[in-house]
């Protein structure tokens, strides 16, 4: 014998929405005495047919149980056009009527059927409507600052606040935590130390994770790329605006005070997770407690992690990725002979493209030669300590605000030249030239900042130096990636171009 479905789902308990029970009792109007069995989802929505209730009814419809489906209203079976025809498709196979009790159709004549399917498109559009509604509201609210729920991140516990004259949840450290979140960033912007070597510190000194979980690799890269940390300055704004990430904040409120949040944005995209084009990036309203500057050396290893070279013994020269060919521009390459030299480099496209630097290139006295070089260069600077005065990096921070502010006026005034008549044009080209040159001038100092800033730091490398053949691989490469850019060697001519 076959008896009727009654069929009701509720995705979630709402004032203005009717319960299940209403639901059935409604259904159970339709059946007029006949033999029913009822199929209940709550919980659950109607975008797809993944309904633990529905497949069941399904199933039994597939196994000849059903002669009718009766629900409240259609789109309480169904709010996707694609599911609804496959389903009455089922129906239509297995010869089940379909009965909205409110909506009164009839699925027996072709205009009844019509007028199904255009309720259902409705359906649909409701339900995306609401969607979209909903992630609007979402990202309107993210951009004010307020806490959007989710994880709280390690080294965080969540307070209450006000923010607009609405109350939210914000960030406050938790010093036990951020300790250790602290040192593991310590430890990887030191380019000797990989995520494996942070780990084993960790567990060799008990360093353990106060939340009960053990440390892995995945979770502390996570924490790495994670800007909720971050004291966010000008360069931090930089750094994101390079990598096509929509900034909501101006590049005035990146004080080095405030972290961020980091969104995927509105825009539907496959890009990877590391990849920041297109995410969105909102001051938070909680500070942060790691410097840009570690921040940043962190998130742009992170960025590049496979094309790191900084780490690899086997090419067997602290210099490897440093030296390029000064005829082509390509990398210089370790190749190993049988003779008392042992290693010399060559061009990786001699050959093909280049017929090479011009010379021999025998790696031992390339490496003594630069070594020498380098003892000269820090000679030109005095020995001095590791401190930067807090208010030269304030001030430094400032003329780099003000330079992105001069960048993004010239380029809204330039946007408006195709636009202007003859006297805007006038005004466009005198204001432009007075941003340039406030420009070249803040440039110039910031140059002489830099300058100033790296003879600061040379205590520690002189220091290394002066100890040099008692240093390890990774540590010598570290001296030459502070101090040198590139290595260009071309017939005889070796150029070394400094960072300081």
Same mark, same amino acid.
């Given at each position: 014998m076959k008896y009727d479905a009654l069929y009701g789902r509720q995705s979630i308990e709402k004032k203005d929405s009717i319960s299940v029970e209403s639901q059935l009792e409604y259904c159970r109007y339709e059946t007029r005495g006949e033999p029913y069995i009822e199929y209940i989802d709550r919980g659950f929505s109607g975008k797809d047919t993944h309904r633990p209730g529905f497949e069941k009814m399904m199933a039994d419809i597939a196994a000849g149980k059903v002669k009718r489906v009766i629900v409240y209203k259609l789109d309480r079976i169904s709010r996707s056009i694609l599911d609804f025809a496959n389903m009455m498709e089922t129906f239509q196979r297995f010869q089940v009527e379909f009965v909205?009790?409110? /909506? &009164?159709?009839?699925?027996?004549?072709?205009?009844? =059927?019509?007028?199904?399917?255009?309720? %259902?498109? $409705?359906?649909?559009?409701? =339900?995306?409507?609401?969607? &979209?509604?909903?992630?609007?509201? +979402? +990202?309107? *609210?993210? @951009? *004010?600052?307020?806490?959007?729920?989710?994880?709280?991140? !390690?080294?965080y516990r969540l307070i209450e606040t006000v923010i607009d004259n609405v109350r939210t949840s914000m960030y406050e450290e938790v010093p036990e935590e951020s300790e250790q979140i602290k040192l593991i960033y310590s430890m990887y912007a030191d380019s000797s130390n990989s995520l494996g070597d942070i780990i084993r510190y960790l567990n060799e000194h008990q360093i353990k994770k106060l939340r009960g979980s053990t440390w892995n690799t995945a979770r502390i890269s996570e924490m790495l790329r994670n800007?909720? !940390?971050? *004291?966010?300055?000008?360069?931090? +704004?930089? $750094? $994101?605006?390079?990598?096509?990430?929509? %900034?909501?904040?101006?590049?005035?409120? #990146?004080?080095? +005070?405030?972290?961020?949040?980091? !969104? @995927?944005?509105?825009?539907?995209?496959? *890009? &990877?997770?590391?990849?920041?084009?297109?995410? /969105?990036?909102?001051?938070?309203?909680?500070?942060? #407690? %790691?410097?840009? &500057?570690?921040?940043?050396?962190c998130r742009i290893r992170c960025l590049n992690n496979r094309q790191s070279t900084k780490t690899c013994k086997a090419k067997n020269s602290w210099l490897s990725g440093k030296v390029k060919c000064g005829n082509c521009g390509y990398a210089l390459t370790i190749r190993k002979a049988k003779t008392r030299w042992g290693r010399y480099f060559v061009c990786s496209q001699f050959g093909n493209n280049c017929k090479g630097a011009g010379c021999t290139i025998y790696a031992d006295i390339l490496e003594e030669h630069m070594v020498g070089a380098i003892k000269k260069k820090l000679a030109e600077f005095q020995k001095l300590s590791n401190g930067v005065d807090e208010n030269f990096s304030q001030q430094n921070m400032e003329k780099k605000i003000r330079l992105q502010q001069i960048s993004e006026e010239i380029e809204e005034l330039l946007s408006k030249v195709t636009q202007a008549n003859s006297i805007l044009m006038k005004y466009i080209n005198d204001r432009v030239t007075d941003l340039d040159s406030q420009r070249k001038s803040l440039e110039a100092e910031l140059l002489t900042d830099s300058v100033d800033s790296s003879a600061k730091k040379m205590g520690q490398i002189t220091d290394h130096v002066q100890k040099w053949e008692t240093l390890s691989f990774e540590d010598k490469q570290s001296v030459v990636d502070a101090l040198i850019k590139v290595i260009r060697i071309a017939n005889g001519n070796v150029e070394i171009v400094w960072r300081i």
């Open positions: 909205s009790s409110t /909506e &009164k159709f009839d699925t027996s004549t072709p205009i009844g =059927r019509a007028m199904l399917n255009i309720c %259902i498109v $409705f359906a649909q559009l409701e =339900r995306e409507t609401i969607q &979209k509604r909903v992630t609007d509201a +979402y +990202y309107a *609210r993210s @951009k *004010r600052g307020f806490y959007m729920g989710g994880r709280i991140p !390690y080294g800007p909720v !940390y971050v *004291r966010a300055d000008i360069d931090v +704004y930089n $750094f $994101f605006q390079s990598q096509g990430t929509n %900034i909501y904040n101006p590049a005035s409120d #990146f004080t080095g +005070y405030n972290a961020c949040y980091l !969104y @995927k944005g509105t825009a539907s995209s496959t *890009r &990877k997770q590391c990849d920041l084009a297109d995410k /969105e990036l909102v001051l938070a309203p909680h500070q942060g #407690f %790691i410097s840009s &500057k570690t921040w940043l050396a």
